[in-house]
């Protein structure tokens, strides 16, 4: 199939989108390269970026978060504080409806706050808080807390992944181990789902009975979310010489995650502008699964952790040296809570020989390990070979399998021994805002149950994570970060495999792109 047919526009050319986009009953089309396929719609239901993205465009938040990561109200009008602390009562903004007419009421807001927190760091914490969340009108909701929780709208404001979006209460109402089968939005673009196709393209168009907000400037997830498109089109584009020539050639728009190595090459064209797409960087994690053999002794994983070099990883996924760090504990670099504390176990010298023997003294006996790795993000398959290598090297049984970013997503979440389709380890990488502290970091949760894919499940790590979120003077903030940087290392939660940064890539005829996140109100052509 031509990659053309992936590309319809409303006026059927390329050469239609030359014109201003904003002509009085034009349609116009913002076509979008995508890091991977959309395999999971439900935003509660997995972590990965991209469905993160695709909730962003179709549900609307509480508060946004904004670029000096302060919240700021968005579907909330307003709220009070009462009881020093302890009750907290929010107002809706009127206007608000869902895609299929309904008004969103305060219940919507609970189920929603419910369910997203069951798969969420921030979000378990803060529900461990609450002594009641109510409802008692359609245009509120209450929050009653046990005790005073400071960083309640930082919640309410998460970006995730998962996010914390707003659905109906009876999609709410479903399990957050299940998938939801029908997607009702809230925000400013529609899913088409009757124009998906798996593995080649998702469509959405602007919805046109969204009320932005009145007040406000736009700053990454805050601010009047006003779309100028009327339809956008993600076309998936694994291959990253397909992608770049689709961007030249201005059959598409915009380009997420161009790699490294091609920027060059973009940065050359006067048709296109790169920047930056995230401030703090992207952070690699190798993931471990804890529930099985050979990832469930504390001492093999620390053995691993060792042998791996963020140097290798980051050169391998990043290329040019400019563009990544090595030497990352837990925390971003230059970031409130980063660190040194256990760093030895990251920075030290590696000898993969004695590690080798290291890992049989800590009892590994030959048991088969399934590393998984995406094939259709560069970045991600770059760590996935280095893996590969490290393990094979240590003596290690490697199962090897390598697929498109979608099915390991479908994968990662079964908690199957690995010869019943489950899995023992696999890379990922977060962007820097998701790490900043022991409150936000998916990676430090470690209670086991509902925790993030691997369930680590570290008591003395846990204990040190409450004890944090419950410190309020920064002093006692950042000594509790650096025990739980030793811990987490210690206990080789996961593996930092380093901090890199990348740009996006777009049209030079695209104006007001958003900033921090990628995200498609805001965006124009000229």
Request: with cysteine; net charge neutral.
């Amino acid at each position: 199939m031509q990659r053309r047919s992936f590309l319809a526009v409303a006026a059927g050319s390329v050469a239609s989108l030359s014109r201003p986009s904003l002509a009085q009953g034009q349609q116009n089309t913002l076509r979008f390269v995508p890091q991977s396929d959309l395999t999971v719609i439900d935003p509660v239901f997995t972590t990965a970026y991209v469905t993160r993205n695709h909730a962003l465009m179709i549900w609307d938040q509480l508060y946004g978060l904004d670029s000096e990561l302060r919240p700021q109200p968005q579907m909330v009008q307003g709220h009070s504080v009462e009881e020093d602390g302890r009750l907290w009562t929010f107002t809706l903004r009127p206007g608000l409806k869902f895609h299929d007419g309904e008004p969103v009421r305060g219940r919507d807001c609970v189920a929603s706050i419910r369910r997203w927190a069951e798969r969420n760091a921030e979000g378990g914490t803060l529900m461990s808080r609450v002594a009641e969340i109510t409802a008692p009108a359609d245009n509120r909701f209450v929050i009653r807390l046990h005790k005073p929780y400071p960083g309640i709208l930082s919640a309410l404001a998460r970006l995730g992944p998962p996010a914390l979006v707003i659905m109906p209460e009876r999609l709410a109402r479903t399990p957050s181990n299940e998938q939801l089968k029908e997607l009702v939005g809230s925000g400013p673009f529609r899913w088409k789902a009757d124009e998906r196709i798996v593995g080649a393209r998702v469509v959405y168009e602007r919805n046109r009975d969204y009320v932005p907000r009145a007040e406000g400037t736009p700053s990454w997830a805050a601010g009047p979310k006003v779309a100028h498109v009327d339809r956008v089109e993600w076309t998936v584009m694994p291959d990253p010489g397909t992608a770049l020539s689709a961007l030249q050639n201005g059959e598409v728009d915009w380009w997420e995650n161009p790699p490294n190595d091609l920027l060059p090459l973009l940065e050359r064209s006067s048709r296109l502008k790169t920047r930056r797409s995230s401030p703090l960087g992207i952070v690699g994690t190798g993931i471990f699964n804890h529930l099985h053999p050979p990832f469930n002794n504390p001492e093999i994983r620390r053995v691993v952790l060792e042998a791996f070099s963020q140097e290798d990883c980051m050169a391998a996924a990043a290329g040019e040296p400019s563009m990544w760090r090595a030497g990352v504990g837990v925390f971003p670099p230059e970031t409130p809570m980063a660190n040194d504390a256990g760093l030895a176990a990251i920075t030290g010298p590696r000898d993969l020989a004695a590690s080798a023997k290291a890992l049989q003294a800590a009892g590994y006996k030959g048991e088969r390990v399934v590393l998984m790795a995406a094939s259709d993000n560069p970045v991600l398959a770059a760590l996935g070979e280095v893996a590969n290598d490290v393990l094979r090297r240590l003596g290690m049984n490697v199962d090897y399998v390598v697929s498109d970013w979608g099915t390991l997503v479908q994968r990662r979440s079964s908690k199957a021994a690995p010869e019943a389709g489950g899995w023992n380890m696999f890379h990922t990488t977060w962007y820097g805002l998701d790490l900043v502290n022991p409150g936000v970091s998916q990676m430090l949760r470690a209670a086991g149950g509902q925790t993030y894919f691997g369930w680590p499940d570290i008591p003395e790590l846990e204990a040190l994570r409450n004890a944090w979120i419950d410190a309020s003077e920064p002093a006692e903030q950042l000594r509790l970060a650096r025990e739980i940087q030793a811990m987490a290392l210690k206990q080789a939660a996961y593996i930092p495999t380093g901090q890199y940064f990348n740009k996006t890539a777009y049209s030079a005829k695209l104006a007001d792109v958003p900033d921090g996140i990628h995200a498609f109100w805001g965006a124009r052509f000229t």
